[in-house]
């Protein structure tokens, strides 16, 4: 798939089916094991595109016409239970969507937690989830994107580390000289896996991230309805009543924190539809919400 490598602006560039796909860092990539590049696209039936062994993180560009291009971005974690990424579905299929309305999107193939390429599997993801941020603030100018108004989109397990991004960005898991902000300025969250707790989190998961018998402290840690201050960016949470994978009091109490700290936030609940909304509602009315609401919040 990938056909060859040049350098731009100091980062390696792969380009793919027409789009910039950047590696994510220059040189080494931090907190890993010296390992072989095993990641693979696999077809499937459900969700189009599966990505399995992500070991090197890279940032896929969708950049809208110029004449359309309003200055926001967004970046995009698919989601997949931190074991794999659908990277079409809840990936480049979305950054085509936000580039139709002008707004440009990065899909984040971020490294899935494995013992066997990383020292700490627990903050790889955060890491090129930061690192990801710190890119494309670093390269607005260039983009043509307001450095002010980029946020992160996660769906599922993926919501979870954007969620984690965003209640975590006052610690810099990655190198960080020139001090850039890691805080994304919004987030999307859909069907999100927030909490590691027995009660409501996502056991698969939780055990992908931090292994089968993690620590109350690092539970507590990753439980992101625990970390929410006032600095909290604003969020738009959208879940199915029916999910019975993601359980929606995963962002019942997402939206409880935000509220008590007074950050603003949306929340839209549907009674019907199955976790990853596969038939049901249909992708146009779901993400309508989330355009809905950025335009409400001035994002674009």
């Known amino acids: 798939m990938v056909k060859y490598l040049v350098f731009i602006l100091g980062c390696a560039v792969i380009y793919c089916n027409a789009q910039e796909r ?19 696209d696999e077809p499937n039936a459900a969700v189009d595109t599966l990505t399995f062994q992500v070991s090197v993180p890279s940032l896929t560009v969708f950049l809208p016409p110029p004449d359309k291009a309003n200055g926001t971005a967004v970046i995009i974690c698919p989601g997949g239970g931190y074991h794999v990424l659908l990277t079409k579905r809840e990936g480049s299929d979305v950054a085509k969507a936000f580039n139709e309305l002008g707004i440009a999107a990065f899909v984040l193939r971020y490294r899935l937690p494995d013992d066997e390429i990383m020292i700490d599997k627990s903050i790889g993801p955060l890491q090129d989830a930061q690192q990801a941020i710190r ?42 000289l020139e001090n850039m902000s890691l805080r994304p300025d919004f987030m ?58 993601v359980p929606v009091e995963n962002s019942f109490c997402f939206y409880e924190a935000l509220h008590k700290h007074k950050v603003a936030a949306g929340l839209h609940i549907y009674s019907k539809g199955e976790h990853g909304f596969l038939t049901a509602p249909s992708f146009d009315e779901w993400f309508g919400r989330c355009i809905h609401w950025m335009q409400e919040q001035n994002f674009f």
């Open 188 to 245: 999307l969250l859909v069907n999100p896996v927030i909490s590691m707790t027995d009660g409501i989190g996502h056991t698969g998961s939780r055990n992908y991230l931090l292994g089968v018998a993690p620590a109350i402290e690092q539970i507590n840690v990753f439980s992101n309805e625990l970390q929410v201050d006032s600095l909290t960016p604003p969020t738009f949470l959208v879940h199915s009543d029916a999910d019975i994978v």
């Open 22 to 40: 950047l590696l994510l860092y220059e040189g080494a990539v931090p907190n890993s094991k010296p390992t072989a590049d095993r990641e693979r």
């Open 135 to 176: 890119l494309v603030r670093k390269r607005a100018v260039v983009w043509g994107i307001d450095p002010d108004k980029i946020g992160i989109m996660g769906f599922s397990a993926g919501g979870h580390l954007a969620a984690t991004v965003g209640t975590h960005f006052d610690k810099a898991y990655v190198a960080n």
